[in-house]
T-cell receptor
Framework: KQEVTQIPAALSVPEGENLVLNCSFTDSAIYNLQWFRQDPGKGLTSLLLIQSSQREQTSGRLNASLDKSSGRSTLYIAASQPGDSATYLCALLSNSGGSNYKLTFGKGTLLTVNP | NAGVMQNPRHLVRRRGQEARLRCSPMKGHSHVYWYRQLPEEGLKFMVYLQKENIIDESGMPKERFSAEFPKEGPSILRIQQVVRGDSAAYFC???????????????FGPGTRLTVT
């Protein structure tokens, strides 16, 4: 059974700092991995999707990496801004057991960027 | 192209009442997924539906919960005789048809926040 862990659970940084959010998973048989952003009381916004054959994806100040062999992904945020404050969720689409449509989520990292 | 729509956004029910949550997938999407986010928990898969078919309901509680995706109209998640433990955010996602390159990418709606008093 796939399990996804996100560390740290909460992170507070001053504006302008570069930061890394971590995601680890137990089963390397994944189809893809996504990073989402969730604002309080709102839905999920997809930030980056990495296919299992890829090592990283970049979008603006965001860079996500994937290392299947070690069961890890990181989300790097450069030059953080107060508007980046949100909960960041890591989710995997497993590629085993014929259920390659169920996303398995971590509990998220609550990021606060202080002005 | 409108995104995934869910209504209502907030729903308050008393214990024992029924809750009906609606989800309209993105245009052209034929697959719908429901996830539940309990307080302090991650999102958990509940059910996967195609038009008129339940493909996988392994994440649904065995009693009181049901889901449908009729030929016409939105997908409905129905919770009968709600209890306080059903209070959560319920998210719907949709994806394009199988065989398209983006089938494995799910697009989420804003969620319905259910409060049971």
């Amino acid at each position: 059974k796939q399990e996804v862990t996100q560390i740290p659970a909460a992170l507070s940084v001053p504006e302008g700092e570069n930061l890394v959010l971590n995601c680890s998973f137990t089963d390397s048989a994944i189809y893809n991995l996504q990073w989402f952003r969730q604002d309080p009381g709102k839905g999920l916004t997809s930030l980056l999707l990495i296919q299992s054959s890829q090592r990283e994806q970049t979008s603006g100040r965001l860079n996500a990496s994937l290392d299947k062999s070690s069961g890890r992904s990181t989300l790097y945020i450069a030059a953080s801004q107060p508007g980046d404050s949100a909960t960041y969720l890591c989710a995997l689409l497993s590629n085993s057991g014929g259920s390659n449509y169920k996303l398995t989520f971590g509990k998220g990292t609550l990021l606060t960027v202080n002005p | 192209n409108a995104g995934v729509m869910q209504n209502p956004r907030h729903l308050v029910r008393r214990r024992g009442q029924e809750a009906r949550l609606r989800c309209s997938p993105m245009k052209g999407h034929s697959h719908v997924y429901w996830y539940r986010q309990l307080p302090e928990e991650g999102l958990k898969f509940m059910v996967y539906l195609q038009k008129e078919n339940i493909i996988d309901e392994s994440g649904m509680p065995k009693e009181r919960f049901s889901a449908e995706f009729p030929k016409e109209g939105p997908s409905i998640l129905r919770i009968q005789q709600v209890v306080r433990g059903d209070s959560a955010a319920y998210f719907c996602a949709s994806s394009p048809p199988i065989g398209t390159t983006r089938f494995y990418e799910q697009y989420f709606g804003p969620g319905t926040r259910l409060t049971v008093t």
